[in-house]
């Protein structure tokens, strides 16, 4: 079992940054697993953001926040960090850290085994 724990959202005007953290629990993270993140805005379908092998560290981003969002992680901490910069309005929504226990990087929500709770951004125009 896994307990994942986001941190770091709130309000930022447009143009701003921001960081969410990811803190893992519960589990050892192993060299098989996948830590990602996803947002949900009002009304709409969860969506990747961007993912991490915890092993490499070789990354995804989704196309709408390549150059602007930087994902990291720590392993001695078992945390991934998503670095937001350059924010603008449509990044409105909560954010969702995601993690796998397969070495395959997917966008698909399905996949992943377990999920945080979620951290609320919002951009201000």
């Known amino acids: 079992q896994v307990q994942l724990a986001e941190s770091g959202g709130g309000l930022v005007q447009a143009g701003g940054s921001m960081r969410l953290s990811c803190a893992a629990s519960g589990r050892s993270v192993s060299s098989d697993d996948v830590m990602a993140w996803f947002r949900q805005a009002p009304g709409k379908e969860r969506d990747f953001v961007s993912g991490?092998?915890?092993?490499?560290?070789?990354?995804g981003y989704a196309d709408s926040v390549k150059g602007r969002f930087t994902i990291s992680r720590d392993n001695a901490k078992s945390t991934v960090y998503l670095q937001l910069n350059s924010l603008k309005p449509e990044d409105t929504a909560v954010y969702f850290c995601?993690?796998?226990?397969?070495?395959?990087?997917?966008?698909?929500?399905?996949?992943?085994?377990?999920w945080g709770q979620g951290t609320q951004v919002t951009v201000s125009a």
């Open positions: 995601a993690y796998r226990t397969m070495a395959i990087l997917t966008t698909r929500v399905g996949a992943y085994d377990y």
């Open positions: 991490i092998y915890m092993s490499s560290g070789e990354k």
